[in-house]
């Protein structure tokens, strides 16, 4: 079941998206060579509590961190450590607030003091911004989806078979899922109020995923390059009004 959010709520969530962007600038703006993802981790964790927002992936599932941190064939769900960062490490940070009962998410992905691989990261940046363009009302989900498969596929690159954006609100995850590939046209209507997750979840290889040892850490089985965007948006009749 899709849950509508009203007008007060959609407010709220965008008080608790502007924590959510706060934290995550911070950590992109902050990691360095040498600094380990835990402590990109706190960084991103003080700056959520600091603001009244709670890091609502802590615990979840049991997931035991603020922050999910991938770094170049680490897609998702990656756990901090004392993992140190390198000269052309291809970091994705991905965290979510919970405010006043509502939550929302955010996914960055940047390159660690090189240029190597802006193609690839424009790409991604260029899919998220066609996907919020196809969100409005009337359109189908199928439309934002295609939206982001059409822009990293023409780049050269693949979208994930696996992992998808998703309803995000009252719970972290809700209906409808919003996948990286898809058919104009298809899918769940896209209504007034709705609020959704809206993720760019892509690779330069193939789309097989692998699980680390950790249970947690999902990375590329063909260890290709991996990029993550994503914004929670609300939908309006003036179009994607994006939280974070």
Not at 116 to 138: H, M, P, S, T, Y
Not at 154 to 177: K, M
Not at 181 to 209: H, W
């Amino acid at each position: 079941m899709i849950l509508i959010k009203t007008p007060q709520e959609i407010q709220i969530m965008q008080e608790g998206g502007k924590i959510a962007r706060e934290a995550v600038d911070a950590a992109v703006k902050q990691a360095k060579v040498g600094m380990t993802t835990l402590e990109l981790n706190n960084i991103a964790e003080k700056i959520i509590l600091d603001l009244g927002g709670m890091p609502c992936f802590k615990n979840y599932e049991g997931f035991p961190f603020a922050i999910c941190v991938n770094i170049n064939e680490g897609i998702v769900h990656g756990i901090p450590n004392q993992y140190k960062i390198q000269r052309g490490d291809v970091v994705s940070i991905d965290l979510g607030v919970l405010y006043k009962g509502l939550n929302t998410d955010v996914s960055e992905s940047f390159e660690v003091e090189t240029n190597v691989q802006g193609k690839f990261l424009d790409a991604g940046r260029k899919a998220l911004e066609n996907a919020l363009e196809a969100c409005i009302v009337g359109n189908k989900i199928g439309d934002v989806s295609y939206a982001i498969q059409k822009t990293i596929e023409s780049a050269g690159f693949s979208v994930s078979r696996d992992l998808a954006g998703h309803g995000v609100g009252r719970q972290i995850h809700e209906d409808p899922y919003v996948e990286c590939f898809g058919q104009p046209g298809k899918g769940r209507e896209i209504k007034e109020g709705m609020t959704l997750a809206l993720e760019v979840i892509y690779q330069k290889g193939r789309p097989e995923l692998r699980l680390a040892k950790d249970g947690w850490t999902l990375s590329t089985k063909d260890g290709s390059l991996s990029g993550l965007f994503e914004k929670s948006v609300a939908v309006t009749r003036q179009g994607a009004l994006v939280l974070t």
